[in-house]
């Protein structure tokens, strides 16, 4: 089971760290990947990290904003978003792969979260 937390209203420019915390299966025995969806969207891929930690993939809209990280000794995964705007507005999942490799294809993972709430608004 994945379970997601830290999703918030925040203004722009703020930021804000979510967490995927698992149980029953060690997180990081395949990638791990957040993901996200706007009312209206489909669900795009955001970042994702491999088992070991040191290899990850952003979507061009986040890269140099957003930050994953892996804790193994939490079975955790987290992810920095910096300098929001309102175009991040949307449920955050975060997911676990069936594969090693670094993805952000929706469909290489068969375990999602329920997500979390994220809004940029002022």
């Known amino acids: 089971q994945l379970v997601e937390s830290g999703g918030d209203l925040v203004q722009p420019g703020g930021s804000l760290r979510l967490s995927c915390t698992a149980s029953?299966?060690?997180?990081?025995?395949?990638?791990t990947g957040w993901f996200r969806q706007a009312p209206g969207k489909e669900r795009e891929g955001v970042a994702c990290i491999d088992p070991t930690g040191h290899i990850t993939e952003y979507a061009r809209s986040v890269e140099a904003r957003f930050t994953i990280s892996r804790d193994h000794s939490k079975n955790a995964v987290f992810l920095q978003m910096n300098h929001l705007t309102p175009e991040d507005t949307g449920t955050y999942y975060c997911?676990?792969?069936?594969?090693?490799?670094?993805?952000?294809?929706?469909?290489?993972?068969?375990?999602w979260g329920q997500g979390t709430q994220v809004t940029v608004s002022s």
């Open positions: 997911a676990s792969a069936g594969v090693i490799y670094t993805t952000l294809e929706p469909r290489q993972y068969p375990d």
């Open positions: 029953g299966f060690p997180l990081g025995s395949y990638t």
